[in-house]
């Protein structure tokens, strides 16, 4: 398997921007999560998904943030408008079924900077 | 809620030295205790988990963490390190089936020297 694949790897955008990220989980997971990583932060849970749909959305910074999961395959994070406090790295996660304490699978990550 | 502690920011060791690294949980219940690996530039991989059982537990790459209830402690080791283990680690907790958020520690910095 390919494993969580995210795109894109880099994204430099100026503020005010929209900015679309996108995962395509592994095959067969049922359940999906963004993080985002920041050296102030850490790795900070923004949004779960089980089975295409928004469990829980309570660590989206506002909303200028939203996640959509139209698809067992695809989900995308979007940032309009965008900031510089936006700046981080968004990782993109799946698992076989949340819940029964299977591991998350991560992808390598989307590095954000906003100027 | 529980809290995940990783006392150690950055740990220097020689390649072939032993290392340990620290973690320390915030839980009234047993947890279900992970660490995970991030080399730079990457994703972060699991080395291991713990969910019931013996309390040593072994993972990837050679690592090993054990358990302690009586200290809340989840600490990794390995034996003799490569320069390949040269990353940042971090350990999590999800503390029911129910609650699939993992938190983690602030992480720390392995640095390896020849």
């Known amino acids: 398997d390919a494993g969580v694949i995210q795109s894109p790897r880099h994204e430099v955008t100026e503020m005010g921007q929209e900015v679309t990220l996108r995962c395509k989980p592994i095959?067969?997971?049922?359940?999906l999560f963004w993080y985002r990583q920041t050296m102030m932060r850490g790795l900070e849970l923004l949004i779960y998904?089980?089975?295409?749909?928004?469990?829980?959305d309570s660590g989206m910074p506002e909303d200028r943030f939203s996640a959509k999961m139209p698809n067992a395959s695809f989900s995308t994070l979007k940032i309009q408008p965008s900031e510089p406090r936006d700046s981080a790295v968004y990782f993109c996660?799946?698992?076989?079924?949340?819940?029964?304490?299977?591991?998350?699978?991560f992808g390598p990550g989307t590095r954000l900077t906003v100027t | 809620a529980q809290s995940v502690t990783q006392p150690d920011i950055h740990i220097t060791v020689s390649e072939g030295a032993s290392l340990e690294l620290r973690c320390n949980y915030s839980?009234?219940?047993?947890?279900?205790l992970f660490w995970y690996v991030q080399s730079p530039g990457q994703g972060l991989q699991l080395l291991l988990k713990?969910?019931?059982?013996?309390?040593l537990v072994q993972g990837i790459k050679g690592f090993e963490a054990e358990f302690k209830r009586s200290q809340s402690s989840f600490n990794l080791r390995k034996p003799s390190v490569h320069w390949s283990d040269a990353a940042e680690y971090f350990c999590?907790?999800?503390?029911?089936?129910?609650?699939?958020?993992?938190?983690f520690g602030a992480g720390t910095t392995v640095t390896v020297r020849a």
């Open positions: 996660a799946s698992s076989p079924l949340a819940g029964t304490y299977y591991e998350q699978y």
């Open positions: 095959s067969g997971h049922n359940s």
């Open positions: 998904f089980n089975n295409n749909v928004p469990i829980d």
């Open positions: 839980y009234g219940a047993t947890p279900y």
């Open positions: 713990y969910f019931s059982g013996d309390t």
């Open positions: 999590a907790v999800e503390t029911s089936p129910n609650d699939y958020k993992l938190s």
